[in-house]
């Protein structure tokens, strides 16, 4: 079994996070952070603040004007 090292885990991470990783890599990285702490830590982190952002209420919706010059 080949495990994936740190700077290739830390490089994932926010892909991971926002659920845009293959079916593959998200099995490598589940992988590699139950085995690290500090990238399940760093995983902890993003997450947080993905959250906070999230919830935030920082979201912007186009004037129907603009959407239609746009469409």
Request: net charge negative.
């Amino acid at each position: 079994i080949r495990f994936m090292e740190c700077e290739a885990a830390k490089s994932l991470i926010h892909p991971y996070v926002d659920g845009e990783l293959d079916a593959g890599h998200v099995l490598e990285v589940d992988q590699h952070v139950a085995r690290c702490p500090a990238c399940a830590q760093a995983v902890e982190r993003v997450r947080a603040v993905s959250s906070a952002v999230g919830g935030a209420g920082l979201r912007y919706s186009a004037p129907a004007m603009l959407r239609e010059r746009i469409e």
